[in-house]
């Protein structure tokens, strides 16, 4: 008997695998049609505008066509794998091409049919229940802790219907405007008729608090840009494509540029204490099999200076006029990685110690360089630091992320001829920079934050008497 080609084909669809995204970019697949595949098996690795991830199979069977190539960028909805969960049962019929770029609406998946979700966290049954909007500016503690939460069932962008998994209302134009600016829609209040967001409601979020997307300061773009296509015999010009992270890069450069004031305060500092602190706990059996390194040191005493003067630790919600001061600390850190420069959050920082702030550190900064950044990883963030001392450079002028109040950027670590005890001598010396939203941030407490940190720095002590 010959199975119902209607129900032996399923079509895998492509998800909103990052809060609103419309598209993603098939980076690289891990089947061929033949394969058998199981129910949770990762096929293929895909790259939004915030992060890489991997789509799980929801069925058991054999694949029998990849409807797109890699390095191509589909639209969420579209169909992108169809896999045969009845093979033998009779003679496949024929594949339609897939559209280069699909117009009409998928039809929505029955209530028992299982979507892909994040990678790690298998399949889900489809549901019609709405997902429960995320917190607007006043939330007083983050969401998340550093690892992606469930995502929607897989839909197209629809006009202004409610969705089934509560996906916030906004007409596809305003979808464009918000990813092209950076803008998660999940975290926008809606002023339109019944809860729609509109063109208003991004414009007025570009300055209010919003998910972080990777902002690199102009000094460590260029160094961890991803590999120039090669360069033909004779070309005078090379052109790369801009898409994925550094499309959304960009986009939320010129954004927070725009959109907020920034004001950017320079001290330089004696951190031969701190070096030698470094030594110090790296030997420390507390400090055992941790990674330490004066970032580590770095990023506590930005934390100490938070604690020492709250108010720096706030966003600036546009919309409805208000300065949201924030209680918790998601201490934002500059990662350099094959698709850019990305900036991933320790979620409540401000309440670890430094042996679990060490082990943070090491585990946001290795799983960024290995690709797995989640979205929302790179989500709620308050403050940053970016390290271009890596790179050799002695300072720079870093650009906010959308939504943080100030980024602090760490030069390189030098010897330097300075006057200590009443003489000159070679001692460890860097040069800190901390630009600020001047909307929230005035001089006087922008120079008090970044005069502390550089305090703890000259005399690490200050961690003991003043953490």
């Avoid at 299982?114 to 790690?120: A, E, F, K, Q």
């Avoid at 975290?187 to 509109?198: L, S, Y």
Wanted: glycine fraction near 8%.
């Amino acid at each position: 008997m010959t199975a119902d080609t209607s129900t032996r084909f399923r079509e895998f669809k492509m998800p909103d695998v990052g809060e609103g995204l419309t598209e993603a970019e098939i980076l690289k697949w891990y089947v061929q049609p033949g394969d058998t595949v199981t129910d949770g098996q990762v096929v293929c690795e895909v790259e939004t505008a915030k992060a890489a991830v991997e789509l799980p199979i929801p069925y058991d069977g054999v694949v029998h066509e990849l409807r797109y190539e890699e390095g191509t960028t589909v639209d969420v909805g579209a169909s992108i794998i169809t896999v045969d969960v009845a093979p033998g049962t009779g003679d496949a019929p024929a594949a339609p091409a897939p559209a280069a770029e699909p117009e009409a609406e998928p039809a929505a998946p029955a209530a028992a049919t299982r979507t892909p979700v994040l990678v790690g966290y298998g399949v889900a049954e489809a549901s019609t229940k709405r997902r429960p909007r995320r917190g607007g500016p006043e939330r007083q503690e983050p969401a998340v802790n550093g690892h992606a939460a469930p995502v929607a069932e897989p839909v197209a962008p629809e006009p202004v219907a409610p969705v089934a998994a509560g996906r916030p209302l906004a007409k596809p134009p305003v979808r464009k405007l918000a990813k092209d600016l950076g803008v998660d829609l999940a975290t926008i209040i809606p002023t339109g008729p019944d809860g729609i967001i509109t063109r208003d409601d991004i414009r007025a979020a570009t300055a209010a608090p919003a998910p972080v997307t990777a902002v690199a300061p102009p000094a460590a773009a260029a160094a961890v840009a991803e590999p120039a296509p090669a360069v033909q015999p004779g070309a005078r010009e090379t052109r790369v494509p801009v898409k994925g992270v550094r499309k959304a890069t960009a986009a939320a450069m010129v954004g927070s540029a725009f959109s907020a004031p920034h004001v950017t305060e320079f001290i330089t500092v004696d951190v031969t204490r701190t070096m030698k602190l470094v030594e110090e706990l790296k030997s420390d059996k507390d400090m055992a099999g941790l990674r330490v390194n004066p970032l580590l040191l770095v990023a506590k005493a930005f934390l100490v200076a938070v604690k020492r003067h709250p108010d720096v630790n706030a966003s600036w919600d546009e919309a409805r006029q208000e300065i949201v001061l924030k209680h918790y600390v998601n201490l934002g850190i500059a990662a350099a990685t094959p698709r850019g420069l990305l900036v991933p959050n320790i979620k409540d920082a401000h309440d670890k110690t430094l042996p679990q702030l060490a082990q943070s550190l090491g585990e946001l900064v290795s799983t960024a360089r290995e690709g797995r950044t989640t979205p929302a990883a790179m989500q709620g963030g308050t403050v940053t630091i970016t390290n271009v001392g890596v790179f050799g450079v002695d300072t720079g002028t870093p650009i906010l992320n959308p939504g943080e109040s100030a980024i602090l950027a760490v030069g390189a670590i030098k010897p330097q001829p300075w006057v200590h005890k009443g003489k000159v001598k070679p001692r460890q010396v860097t040069t800190l920079a901390l630009s600020f939203d001047h909307r929230l941030v005035d001089g006087e407490l922008g120079s008090k934050v970044l005069a502390d940190i550089a305090a703890v720095l000259e005399q690490p002590k200050r961690l003991i008497t003043w953490g």
